[in-house]
């Protein structure tokens, strides 16, 4: 074989063996693994599978920096569109029916939009909370049709069936207002504490703040 025909051969080769040509037929072969249990899950529950990604061991990474040689994938599948609107099927089950406007009250929403709780759009962060005025007030077991609450309640009961797969959390946030995280730092916070104008939106926050659910991909 003539000496330029082995260098196109060495060549070829070389450049198939590559890494980024490595890591392209293994990135391939990753998704074409995905789309396979994806089709799976949505043939045996009906429901649109969702999952994140983690490459060398970092979560919600991109297969662009899979090590070729030497890397790692996992797609952590997670009921996310089932727990959610588990969840809310159990808010609105646990809400006192005295009138039906607290069981109407729940929205849900993905990464701070108003979403359909039975038709979700994929999100980072998930968040159950009710517009009703009363809803802390029910919470806190003022309501004897609900007298340990509803949003605390489901949480335990979302994060036991579904823990596995999603977090499910509770807590209070504001509907009106975003929490206004403090700076880094005593003297920095204790500056911005002297603020007036943030002074009165740490007062109305925290004024307006009503029990929520989170939920988020493990």
Do not use: C
């Not at 701070?112 to 759009?121: A, L, S, T």
């Not at 919470?139 to 004897?144: A, D, H, L, T, V």
């Amino acid at each position: 074989m003539p000496s330029g025909s082995s260098a196109s051969v060495r060549a070829a080769v070389a450049q198939a063996l590559s890494p980024e040509k490595r890591r392209l037929i293994v990135t391939a072969a990753a998704r074409e693994a995905a789309q396979r249990a994806e089709a799976a899950y949505r043939a045996e529950t009906g429901l649109p599978p969702g999952h994140d990604t983690v490459v060398d061991g970092r979560a919600h990474a991109s297969l662009d920096r899979l090590n070729p040689d030497r890397g790692e994938v996992v797609f952590r599948f997670a009921r996310v569109t089932e727990a959610l609107a588990w969840i809310y099927d159990q808010i609105v089950t646990h809400s006192p029916r005295l009138t039906g406007r607290f069981a109407a009250s729940h929205i849900l929403l993905a990464d701070g939009q108003r979403v359909d709780p039975k038709n979700p759009p994929a999100a980072a962060r998930y968040v159950f909370m009710s517009l009703a005025p009363y809803a802390k007030k029910i919470e806190e077991g003022q309501s004897s049709s609900a007298p340990t609450g509803v949003y605390q309640a489901v949480a335990v009961l979302g994060e036991r069936r579904f823990g596995n797969s999603v977090s499910v959390g509770f807590g209070y946030e504001s509907p009106l207002v975003d929490y206004i995280a403090g700076a880094h730092g005593r003297g920095a916070r204790a500056l911005l504490r002297q603020q007036p104008v943030r002074v009165a939106g740490m007062k109305l926050e925290r004024s307006t703040r009503v029990p929520i659910i989170t939920v988020t991909l493990r």
